[in-house]
């Protein structure tokens, strides 16, 4: 595969719905906004509480920043990963 220059300092990105516990969605809401790779944090209403959108150099940081810092939030109930291509386009 042959990579194009123009995307060699580009980003990776995922989105992220996280399902809190009932009254505690703001709390998380103010832990998810200070973490690093977190370029975004909106309120939804129905199944999803929050969408958190994550910017890293590497798929591999946005792992870990969801793993070891968005699941561990103890008023997150569950979270559901949305991937992007190399376009930022996302996949289902």
């Given at each position: 595969?042959?990579?194009?220059?123009?995307?060699?300092?580009?980003?990776?990105?995922?989105?992220?719905?996280?399902?809190?516990?009932?009254?505690?969605?703001?709390?998380?809401?103010?832990?998810?906004?200070?973490?690093d790779?977190?370029?975004?944090?909106?309120?939804?209403?129905?199944?999803?509480?929050?969408i958190?959108?994550?910017?890293?150099?590497?798929?591999?940081?946005?792992?870990?920043?969801?793993?070891?810092?968005?699941?561990?939030?103890?008023?997150?109930?569950?979270?559901?990963?949305?991937s992007?291509?190399?376009?930022?386009?996302?996949?289902?």
């Amino acid at each position: 595969m042959i990579k194009n220059s123009k995307n060699k300092n580009k980003l990776s990105k995922i989105f992220i719905l996280v399902n809190c516990l009932e009254g505690k969605d703001d709390s998380v809401f103010d832990k998810i906004k200070k973490m690093d790779s977190v370029k975004d944090v909106q309120k939804t209403v129905g199944v999803f509480d929050l969408i958190v959108t994550l910017e890293a150099d590497s798929i591999d940081d946005l792992k870990k920043t969801e793993a070891q810092k968005i699941r561990t939030i103890n008023d997150v109930k569950y979270t559901m990963t949305l991937s992007t291509n190399s376009n930022n386009e996302v996949i289902c």
